[in-house]
């Protein structure tokens, strides 16, 4: 299984348009996570930090259920300009104390007129 | 701040040959990681630095890649031989803490990537 999962999309949607991306990820000890953005044929870009209690910037709307292992991001009021890939990224701890992130494969999101 | 800084931006290059990509961190970051993108497998981790010293190297995928940390400033991911199957972009990215209680305030600032083709 790999450790974040996501749908691949493409996600095609109208501008205006609400659209929610989900994630899962498979280790319990995680303990930050991040939704990252990517432009084609761009680096990744930090988009949002996501917290227990969900967090919200702008349009853009974080949750996470640590039950579950799951973080999702909801996009209200879509622009042409949020056409991109969404990273959905989680820490993973190993020996020494030291942390790692880990990037899901991407979610592509495609807004059209 | 200049960012991340990567060079260079593309490169093609023979089977066979080496390639050194580099990278200059954020000044005052001192953890560093190279990333690889390809479309098949997405951004895998190749390698970690804290403070100049490898901490985590389990995602080099064979003896052929070798990376190096000579000072805060500057790391170097060498490839010899180059194969077909190295082509992809590699990111460098660092950050500027290591300590994970801290982690959910910051991510990691990429560089622009060196898009590498093995021919």
């Known amino acids: 299984r790999k450790e974040v999962e996501q749908d691949p999309g493409p996600f095609n949607v109208p501008e205006g348009a609400t659209v929610a991306f989900n994630c899962t990820y498979s280790n319990s000890a995680s303990q930050s996570f991040f939704w990252y953005r990517q432009d084609c044929r761009k680096e990744p870009k930090l988009l949002m930090s996501v917290y227990s209690s969900g967090n919200e910037d702008g349009r853009f709307t974080a949750q996470l259920n640590r039950a579950s292992q799951y973080i999702s991001l909801l996009i209200r009021d879509s622009k042409l300009s949020d056409s991109a890939t969404y990273l959905c990224v989680v820490s993973m701890g190993f020996s020494g104390g030291y942390n790692k992130l880990i990037f899901g494969a991407g979610t592509r999101l495609a807004v059209h007129p | 701040d200049a960012g991340v800084i990567q060079s260079p931006r593309h490169e093609v290059t023979e089977m066979g040959q080496e390639v050194t990509l580099r990278c200059k961190p954020i000044?005052?970051?001192?953890?560093l990681f190279w990333y690889r993108q390809t479309m098949m497998r997405g951004l895998e981790l190749l390698i970690y630095f804290n403070n100049n010293v490898p901490i985590d190297d389990s995602g080099m995928p064979e003896d052929r890649f070798s990376a190096k940390m000579p000072n805060a400033s500057f790391s170097t991911l060498k490839i010899q031989p180059s194969e077909p199957r190295d082509s992809a972009v590699y990111f460098c990215a660092s950050t500027p803490l290591s300590s994970w209680q801290r982690w959910s305030n910051y991510g990691y600032t990429f560089g622009s990537g060196t898009r590498l083709t093995v021919v």
């Open positions: 000044s005052g970051h001192n953890s």
